[in-house]
């Protein structure tokens, strides 16, 4: 039997050699490869001896040859093959090894060249390993790592690798080749291209939206079933992806996770993650029905829960800080479908050991990352219509105090323009339209997905009504222009002392010149955030 080994990253591969040695599989390879394997004391055949032709081209030019893919492609159930590679003496390979040139993470470095990027686009490797999968009944192809333990484990059992783990690897192997052509297609299609195809060592520009945009991704498990339970469904990730999302967590303990408990944890994830202060994000039906930032999570949570004792029964919680004790103690007290933190402290995680099915979820919160191209494709935001698609860049936009411009006569206290930082970054993560009552750095009443926004701003103050909570003197954030003065009348007979909004309506002016005559402050915000 016969190995050939050809790798970009080595970990790993010279404890694979051995093992492949100790069976008396005989060794092939390239480049630093095959030194590696050498200077290890391992047997090794350079792949140039077997075909009896050098490398060449600064090596684009080592693998691409038939007593290469003659070795890997013929059947060995079928005489005419094995007679042909007699005729022309061709040795099987029976064990092949690559993982490819490192395009992906060559092309997230900052200031990526064209050339750099064309020069890690492999083109032996991708052929051998197709070669190889092809023909997986007689030949194991391993193009990750991770992939070594369970073939030296099977050889060692029992002299061969089984049929069951040879087709998973040849699996794993087209996979592997379609997330890498993927990436390929998605960066090269983006190269911004005027009158000159960019060249030397300045990085090209390149576009958030490529001529071809290539899903990749990977199946982490079945879900029980969809939204309803008529409807199939199963949780996908990204193949690279963003550091600090949903789908890196590690579950804790509980129940399975359900598509609506994902679809809603990811809601409050989301939202909870936006803020720097130590804050608690309380969702149900994917809008966040009680967010507050505090002192400490037992502080912010007890704010939040105050907002809507009611729609949080089963809701989705999330922290942006450690869970402890105290706060895990407050929590307890309620029925949680899903509870979210960056971690755990011990005693916290011992609270929720009676409530076996309480799922917990540790998060790591995000703490840099690749380029800005990296950094936008992973930002994506993606929603599927009949038979396309629409992406766009995430709604990530931050505001401060220097965007907002105050339109009224009555300026807003130093008090009330933190709070409408905070009542703006609340409405950015409800369903338009959005109105949203805050105080103090807590929601106060939150109004969601109505058609009409004055129902949006009745329904958050009949909210703040049911929790016995007084808007007098709040503040109120809605995610879109006031398109007549009514919507703004709405908020300031509910209590309402100081209004943010996008502006830009036809009748700006009829709104702020009623805010004038309410006595309150307005300002704009200049940008809308509108929630589909």
């Given at each position: 039997m016969n190995a050939l080994l050809s790798v970009s990253d080595k970990t790993g591969i010279l404890e694979l050699a051995q093992a492949l040695h100790a069976q008396g599989i005989k060794l092939l390879s390239t480049g630093g490869t095959a030194k590696l394997l050498a200077d290890n004391g391992l047997p090794v055949t350079e792949v140039a001896e077997m075909t009896g032709f050098p490398?060449?081209?600064?090596?684009?030019?080592?693998?691409?040859?038939?007593?290469?893919?003659?070795?890997?492609?013929?059947?060995?159930d079928f005489p005419a093959h094995m007679a042909a590679l007699a005729e022309h003496n061709i040795d099987t390979i029976d064990v092949l090894v690559v993982n490819l040139y490192?395009?992906?993470s060559t092309v997230a470095k900052p200031g990526c060249t064209l050339e750099d990027a064309i020069e890690n686009i492999d083109i032996g490797g991708p052929a051998m390993v197709r070669s190889a999968a092809k023909n997986w009944k007689d030949v194991a192809v391993l193009t990750d790592a991770s992939q070594y333990a369970t073939v030296i484990a099977e050889l060692k059992a029992?002299?061969?690798?089984?049929?069951?783990?040879?087709?998973a690897l040849s699996v794993a192997a087209f996979n592997r080749i379609s997330q890498y052509d993927g990436a390929i297609s998605d960066y090269l299609s983006a190269v911004q291209i005027g009158d000159d195809v960019p060249a030397g060592d300045a990085a090209p520009q390149l576009d958030l939206f490529?001529?071809?945009?290539?899903?990749?991704?990977?199946?982490?498990q079945d879900l029980r079933y969809g939204e309803n339970s008529h409807q199939q469904a199963a949780l996908y990730r990204d193949l690279f992806p963003a550091p600090g999302s949903l789908v890196t967590a590690v579950q804790l303990q509980g129940k399975e996770l359900s598509y609506n408990n994902l679809a809603d944890a990811d809601a409050a994830w989301e939202c909870v993650k936006s803020f720097s202060e130590t804050a608690c994000v309380i969702v149900k039906h994917a809008n966040p029905c009680g967010v507050a930032v505090g002192t400490d999570p037992l502080n912010a949570y007890s704010k939040a829960f105050q907002t809507d004792p009611t729609s949080a029964f089963g809701g989705i919680i999330a922290f942006n800080r450690p869970l402890d004790e105290q706060a895990a103690q407050q929590v307890s007290k309620q029925f949680v479908e899903v509870l979210m933190a960056p971690d755990f402290t011990p005693e916290a995680l011992e609270v929720f050991k009676s409530k076996v099915n309480v799922r917990i979820l540790k998060i790591s919160l995000p703490v840099g990352g690749d380029s800005a191209w990296a950094q936008g494709r992973n930002a994506m935001d993606v929603k599927r219509i009949g038979s396309g698609m629409l992406m766009q860049t995430s709604d990530n936009h931050?505001?401060?105090?220097?965007?907002?411009?105050?339109?009224?006569?009555k300026q807003p206290t130093p008090e009330q323009l933190q709070d409408l930082l905070f009542a703006w970054s609340v409405a950015k993560y409800v369903k338009s339209n959005a109105i949203v009552f805050c105080a103090n750095g807590m929601t106060m009443g939150v109004g969601a997905g109505q058609m009409s926004r004055l129902d949006s701003a009745r329904i958050a103050s009949i909210k703040a009504q049911h929790a016995n909570l007084s808007l007098a003197g709040t503040v109120v954030a809605s995610d879109a222009f006031f398109p007549f003065r009514d919507g703004l009348d709405v908020v300031v007979d509910a209590g309402a002392t100081c209004v943010i909004q996008p502006g830009g309506s036809m009748r700006d002016q009829e709104v702020i010149d009623a805010a004038d005559e309410r006595g309150v402050a307005m300002v704009f915000s200049g940008v809308r955030h509108f929630r589909h």
């Open positions: 490398e060449m081209l600064d090596g684009r030019v080592k693998t691409l040859h038939p007593r290469v893919h003659g070795g890997l492609l013929a059947r060995r490192p395009f992906e029992a002299g061969k690798v089984s049929d069951k783990t040879k087709f490529p001529g071809q945009a290539n899903g990749r991704f990977v199946k982490l931050e505001l401060t105090l220097a965007d907002l411009k105050v339109v009224t006569k």
